[in-house]
């Protein structure tokens, strides 16, 4: 098929307004908004949010309607079924299709089936796996040998044997013969292919991202003694709750600890309540629950500092948002986001080295104002220059068949062994 403007078909299982997604929502929303005017954008997506029972309220369900810059469909749970996405594949005309994960059944595996079938057109596929193929979201490989195994504990379960076996299959099937994989960085690249093979065809082509935030909003009050600390992401062993928990055991001073997130996982949530409620008294813990994105950068811009010593991001949406706001971050050095300190935006650590996050808490329970302000400006500045940036809508440009991408400067994700902060414009 060919026309003017090209047609994308996204599918993806929760889109806007949905928030308890996390990043692929956010991912996709930027693309729509940055690409919108020159790409004709169709969303296929449910018609509620992760882990909810009711639908959307106001949003019809089972028909085309706007939505910012793309036509979007939510479809209702009796429509979540391969004949309905043979009729959307079949219906909808597009030239291209975007999936945005890899182990979806209904928004990934059906339709790849469809295609192996010949029951759906034969277009152009780019599928973003959004980390999925990162070794700790696998458990496979040799990071388990870098984190303590009582980190773990929720990875190696059936839930990801059963994605092994799934890619077994689907390699054998000739599911993902022909198409093109997208990568976040280059360490995602290094990632799919050692998983996949050397000879899939993988373009890096970074998660777009919005305005950095005017630096009007980056002024919070910073004493000895009083450090406000949040993470903010789902609560699953993957973000790592437990190791925060483990970090705070042995701060010595006030410390306030906010939570926020969907509990993606009922079991490892009561373990870590556990674990949280045991912290000496001088640290209050407090659940705030799932949080919408647009309550996000206030969240931030009261905080100190972002706490997430994630087992493995392929971007981390919510490190640049703590960026964005001032908010320096303490995560794990299994994201792209490397050599903060050099920065004075933050420090990415060992995740197996627990007393060095402790000893950045108590780092940050110790500074006054000054300091403090130095810190933030590093993190918003870091922001900016990343969000300023324009080769990755290059690279996002081009992989939809736009005009060819422009390289990305020295030190950059896609040259950096995947390090977003290197040498960042």
Same mark, same amino acid.
Request: glycine share 8%; with cysteine.
């Given at each position: 098929?060919?026309?003017?403007?090209?047609?994308?078909?996204?599918?993806?299982?929760?889109?806007?307004?949905?928030?308890? %997604?996390? $990043?692929?929502?956010?991912?996709?929303?930027?693309?729509?908004?940055?690409?919108?005017?020159?790409?004709?954008?169709?969303?296929?997506?449910?018609?509620?949010?992760?882990?909810?029972?009711?639908?959307?309220?106001?949003?019809?369900?089972?028909?085309?309607?706007?939505?910012?810059?793309? #036509?979007?469909?939510?479809?209702?749970?009796?429509?979540?079924?391969?004949?309905?996405?043979?009729?959307?594949?079949?219906?909808?005309?597009?030239?291209?299709?975007?999936?945005?994960?890899?182990?979806?059944?209904?928004?990934?595996?059906?339709?790849?089936?469809?295609?192996?079938?010949?029951?759906?057109?034969?277009?152009?596929?780019?599928?973003?796996?959004?980390?999925?193929?990162?070794?700790?979201?696998? $458990?496979?490989?040799?990071?388990?040998?870098?984190?303590?195994?009582?980190?773990?504990?929720?990875?190696?379960?059936?839930?990801?044997?059963?994605?092994?076996?799934?890619?077994?299959?689907?390699?054998?099937? $000739?599911?993902?013969?022909?198409?093109?994989?997208?990568?976040?960085?280059?360490?995602?690249?290094?990632?799919?292919?050692?998983?996949?093979?050397?000879?899939?065809?993988?373009?890096?082509?970074?998660?777009?991202?919005?305005?950095?935030?005017?630096?009007?909003?980056?002024?919070?009050?910073?004493?000895?003694?009083?450090?406000?600390?949040?993470?903010?992401?789902?609560?699953?062993?993957?973000?790592?709750?437990?190791?925060?928990?483990?970090?705070?055991?042995?701060?010595?001073?006030?410390?306030?600890?906010?939570?926020?997130?969907?509990? #993606? #996982?009922?079991?490892?949530?009561?373990?870590?309540?556990?674990?949280?409620?045991?912290?000496?008294?001088?640290?209050?813990?407090?659940?705030?629950?799932?949080?919408?994105?647009?309550?996000?950068? %206030?969240?931030?811009?009261?905080?100190?500092?972002?706490?997430?010593?994630?087992?493995?991001?392929?971007?981390?949406?919510?490190?640049?948002?703590?960026?964005?706001?001032?908010?320096?971050?303490?995560?794990?050095?299994?994201?792209?986001?490397?050599?903060?300190?050099?920065?004075?935006? $933050?420090?990415?650590?060992?995740?197996?080295?627990?007393?060095?996050?402790?000893?950045?808490?108590?780092?940050?329970?110790?500074?006054?104002?000054?300091?403090?302000?130095?810190?933030?400006?590093?993190?918003?500045?870091?922001?900016?220059?990343?969000?300023?940036?324009?080769?990755?809508?290059?690279?996002?440009?081009?992989?939809?068949?736009?005009?060819?991408?422009?390289?990305?400067?020295?030190?950059?994700?896609?040259?950096?062994?995947?390090?977003?902060?290197?040498?960042?414009?």
């Amino acid at each position: 098929m060919s026309q003017a403007v090209p047609t994308v078909l996204a599918l993806l299982d929760h889109y806007l307004p949905g928030y308890k %997604a996390g $990043g692929p929502v956010r991912s996709v929303h930027q693309l729509v908004t940055q690409l919108g005017g020159e790409f004709r954008f169709r969303v296929v997506t449910r018609d509620r949010d992760a882990g909810d029972t009711a639908p959307y309220p106001g949003v019809p369900a089972n028909r085309w309607q706007r939505v910012g810059r793309a #036509d979007v469909l939510y479809l209702s749970p009796d429509r979540l079924n391969t004949a309905s996405m043979r009729d959307i594949l079949t219906g909808t005309p597009h030239d291209l299709l975007y999936l945005n994960s890899l182990f979806s059944p209904r928004f990934s595996a059906a339709p790849l089936l469809l295609r192996r079938l010949n029951a759906a057109p034969s277009r152009r596929v780019v599928l973003a796996p959004r980390g999925e193929l990162h070794p700790s979201a696998l $458990g496979t490989g040799d990071w388990g040998r870098l984190v303590p195994p009582r980190l773990v504990s929720g990875i190696r379960t059936p839930r990801y044997l059963k994605k092994q076996t799934y890619l077994r299959f689907a390699r054998s099937a $000739g599911l993902f013969r022909g198409i093109t994989w997208q990568a976040s960085t280059e360490q995602e690249r290094i990632h799919i292919q050692h998983a996949l093979g050397a000879g899939t065809e993988v373009v890096v082509a970074p998660d777009l991202v919005p305005p950095p935030a005017p630096t009007s909003a980056l002024l919070r009050d910073k004493r000895p003694g009083d450090l406000r600390v949040v993470f903010l992401s789902r609560l699953c062993a993957m973000k790592n709750l437990r190791g925060a928990a483990e970090a705070l055991r042995g701060v010595r001073g006030p410390v306030r600890f906010d939570i926020y997130g969907p509990v #993606d #996982d009922a079991r490892y949530w009561e373990e870590c309540r556990g674990i949280l409620e045991a912290l000496p008294p001088s640290v209050t813990v407090r659940y705030m629950g799932p949080v919408p994105h647009d309550a996000v950068a %206030a969240i931030f811009r009261d905080a100190h500092l972002l706490l997430l010593p994630t087992l493995g991001e392929n971007f981390g949406h919510v490190i640049l948002e703590a960026l964005s706001e001032g908010c320096p971050v303490l995560i794990s050095d299994q994201t792209p986001w490397r050599e903060l300190t050099q920065r004075r935006a $933050g420090w990415d650590l060992p995740l197996a080295d627990i007393p060095a996050f402790t000893a950045v808490l108590e780092q940050c329970l110790a500074m006054d104002a000054e300091e403090f302000g130095r810190w933030s400006a590093g993190a918003a500045a870091l922001a900016r220059a990343w969000s300023a940036a324009g080769w990755p809508r290059d690279r996002n440009r081009a992989l939809f068949g736009g005009p060819a991408a422009a390289d990305a400067p020295e030190g950059a994700p896609a040259r950096s062994g995947g390090h977003v902060v290197a040498d960042a414009p």
